[in-house]
């Protein structure tokens, strides 16, 4: 029996529902800007974390240091064209490194499997490609997660913050209205999206972007200084628009059930 006032749950991947501290888009995206001389660092590459990746190297290449950088090792000013170079070095780095890191969060099976007893659909959506998420999905799979749809980067016109991916999951799934759905995301970009399409948007502070530990790193971590990392991790998501903000996806169903 559904108890709750949703139809849909749409999922993020990389520190939604695999990869704890969403680290495999940093280190291929770090390893790519390598490949053209800049040393770039987490913080940077992090920043635009959840957009379309194409989106994300453009936003890269946008900042004025990396900008700087770019002309000074490449001896030109960025154009459209290094985008798509990069994006093609991006490529096989990231199927490699999202398919390392694509253990399932803890919990998120469970979510998942009590989320559908209800009778309550199931899709994602993600900035990585589809042919980045190849193997995600297979190790997913594997381990008990199968979402209902996925929509991709650059399979709608816009990606995030645009709501446009939603809207393709619900138009597919004739799932209606917006207020109804669910948007769970780790990413600002990702709240944003949820809350521009007229959903319900939960921020997940620990298991992402934000903080970006692997899951060792956050288990180490003292009571205290989690707390103190996790305070201003749970107000930019907030700022970004969250109607809920939780740890993990875990904690999904039953602050779903309180927030009612």
């Known amino acids: 029996m559904n108890d709750l006032p949703y139809d849909l749950v749409i999922f993020d991947w990389a520190g ?31 920043a ?36 798509a170079s990069l994006m093609a070095d991006l490529e096989p780095l990231m199927r490699d490194a999202a398919g390392a890191a694509s253990a399932l969060i803890p919990g998120a099976a469970a979510t998942v499997a009590e989320l559908r007893a209800m009778g ?7 900035g990585y490609t589809r042919e980045m998420m190849g193997p ?12 209902d749809h996925l929509v991709c980067a650059n399979e709608t016109p816009a990606g995030r ?29 990702g709240v944003t999206e949820g809350r521009n399409a007229g959903c319900f948007s939960v921020g997940l502070a ?3 972007n934000g903080l970006g530990l692997s899951l060792e790193a956050f288990e180490a971590l003292g009571a205290g200084e989690r707390e103190a990392r996790l305070e ?3 107000a930019s998501l907030r700022a970004a628009g969250a109607d809920l903000v939780i740890d993990t996806v875990a904690e999904l169903i039953p602050a779903l059930r309180a927030s009612r």
């Open 206 to 208: 620990a298991s992402g």
């Open 16 to 46: 939604t529902m695999v990869d704890f501290g969403c680290r495999a888009p940093v280190a291929a995206l770090i390893a790519a800007f390598a490949k053209r001389g800049l040393d770039l660092d987490e913080p940077t590459v992090r």
């Open 120 to 126: 309550i659909k199931v899709a994602s959506s993600t």
């Open 136 to 147: 995600v999905l297979a190790r997913a799979a594997e381990q008990g997660y199968a979402p």
């Open 48 to 83: 635009d974390m959840g957009k379309a990746k194409a989106d994300h190297v453009r936003a890269l290449l946008a900042r004025p240091e990396v900008a700087a950088a770019w002309t000074r090792v490449q001896g030109a000013a960025s154009a459209e064209g290094d985008v």
């Open 232 to 234: 201003p991790v749970r």
């Open 161 to 189: 913050p645009a709501p446009l991916m939603i809207y393709k999951a619900c138009a597919d799934l004739g799932v209606w209205p917006l207020s109804r759905v669910v948007k769970v995301d780790d990413s600002e970009a």
